[in-house]
């Protein structure tokens, strides 16, 4: 490797919210050789996810820089030559249009030239979208699978319509870890981990939550834990309609149940049953070896993603916890998951970070991106996508897009903030109100 990329790496994420960052941060963490000093500059692209501050800290991952950004003020500064050394790795930590629109994007703008390594993956559990959503990914230098049976799947994708598969590259989640689980706490303590939109019916939302507060009331002994996601007001990955803020406000709770919020890995200390629907809580849980359920009373369905635990062990209902059942995870399942129960964990990024060094390495430099999506193979779904970031069919910004020539101003900065925020209001308060009206 270069001296510039092993004694001081220099790293740039680009991000959309706030477990996108974690997972962005992070994972160029792992990625950076271990006798190397690392310059993490952070991206956060603008939108409705664009994390708050509160956000940001409860992820707890420091950066170098942080700054918001629109999505055509970052290929300018992909392309800055005044902010100093260029960077050795760049990763792309969005949603899959949005991956795409940067390739495209940093293609258009990069052309032939120097540039980092790209590297872009999934923040959890995929168990939806799976051909749209890698497809939308392919063109990144390595494209990673977090575990082995993610892996299989991404290669068969990709092979299935003859694009180049080499770019999936097995790791791990980032952000497991932890002291493993060594016995009862005193008091006994159930976790709930809530998900913003799983499930996403208040009838669903509130059965969950009527069955969480009835579990404290037949165990006192317990402590009754509703781990959150966000404040209302805040956006997640996912939009959050119906908050259990709102949803538990004027219900009667019993004293050992209480909503809580904070770092997962730290409730997780505490943790001796963790219960979801299908939250990547629920992998965290099961690396630290924490007893974990995942709930099947709304049924095993690919709309709410548990049924990629089918096979875990982890599966059962609330009657079933209520009458005092403690699951007992599947090993050979939990292996495949890149849980690392095994203590494989530590060398999980070891091959990602090999294939990282080689091509800092290259010679010649590397060669310009190449998605598999362009104007001539999805001449019907790739404009649209570059359009949302005001990108044309070439990559190239569009005229009028927003900063593509200059610094926005303080009233402009005003102006997107208000814009912002009118934005969510209207997607959590205004939307589901709608759409309530036209089912009436």
């Keep these: ?74 290929l300018r500064a992909m392309t ?20 795409q629109a940067m390739l495209h994007g940093l293609r258009g703008a ?17 168990y939806e979208k799976l051909a749209d959503g890698l497809l939308l990914r392919h063109g990144a230098d390595l494209v990673l699978a977090n575990s082995r049976h993610d892996a299989d799947r991404f290669r068969a994708v990709y092979e299935g319509v003859g694009a180049d598969a080499s770019a999936v590259t097995e790791v791990a989640l ?43 009331r037949r165990h006192p002994e ?27 406000q004027g219900m009667s709770v019993p004293a050992n149940f209480r909503l809580v919020y904070g770092h997962m890995g730290e409730v997780l200390d505490r943790t001796d049953l963790l219960v979801t629907v299908s939250s990547t809580a629920a992998l965290e849980a099961l690396h630290r070896r924490v007893p974990t359920v995942v709930l099947t009373d709304l049924g095993v369905r690919e709309v709410l993603g ?24 599947d090993e050979e399942w939990v292996a495949r998951q890149g849980v690392g129960v095994d203590g494989s964990y530590e060398t999980a990024f070891d091959t990602a970070r090999e294939r990282i060094a080689g091509l800092l390495e290259r010679p010649g430099g590397l060669p310009p991106l ?18 949302r970031h005001h990108l044309g069919p070439d990559g190239a910004p569009l005229p009028g897009a927003p900063a593509a020539d200059k610094e926005p101003g303080p009233v402009r900065q005003i102006v997107r903030r208000a814009a912002r925020g009118a934005y969510r209001h209207g997607v959590q308060r205004v939307a589901p109100v709608i759409r309530r009206m036209g089912e009436l």
């Design 306 to 329: 548990n049924h990629h635990f089918t096979g875990s062990g982890c599966l059962a209902s609330w009657d079933q916890l209520d009458a005092g059942h403690r699951p007992a995870a």
């Design 174 to 216: 980032p952000f497991l870890g932890g002291a493993p689980y060594t016995g009862e706490h005193e008091p006994y303590t159930v976790v709930f981990a809530a998900q913003p939109s799983v499930p996403d019916s208040r009838k669903d939302r509130t059965y969950l939550l009527n069955r969480l507060i009835e579990h404290a």
């Design 370 to 387: 190449n998605p598999y999506y362009t104007p001539e193979t999805a001449p019907g779904y790739l404009p649209g996508i570059l359009a």
């Design 222 to 248: 317990r402590e009754v834990l509703l781990k959150l996601r966000s404040k209302p007001g805040e956006h997640t990955t996912h939009i959050e309609e119906l908050p259990y803020q709102k949803l538990v």
């Design 1 to 74: 490797m270069p001296a510039r990329a092993t004694k001081s790496l220099r790293v740039a994420v680009l991000a959309d919210s706030d477990t996108r960052w974690k997972w962005g941060a992070l994972t160029a963490q792992r990625l950076a050789p271990t006798d190397s000093e690392i310059r993490l500059d952070g991206y956060l692209l603008r939108g409705r996810a664009t994390p708050t501050a509160r956000q940001l800290r409860e992820v707890g991952v420091r950066a170098d820089s942080l700054r918001e950004v629109t999505g055509v003020e970052f």
């Design 80 to 99: 800055d030559s005044t902010t100093g050394e260029p960077y050795d790795l760049l990763v792309l930590a969005l949603v899959g249009g949005g991956v």
């Design 110 to 126: 990069w052309g032939s030239g120097e540039r980092p390594v790209v590297v872009t993956g999934y923040v959890g559990v995929v």
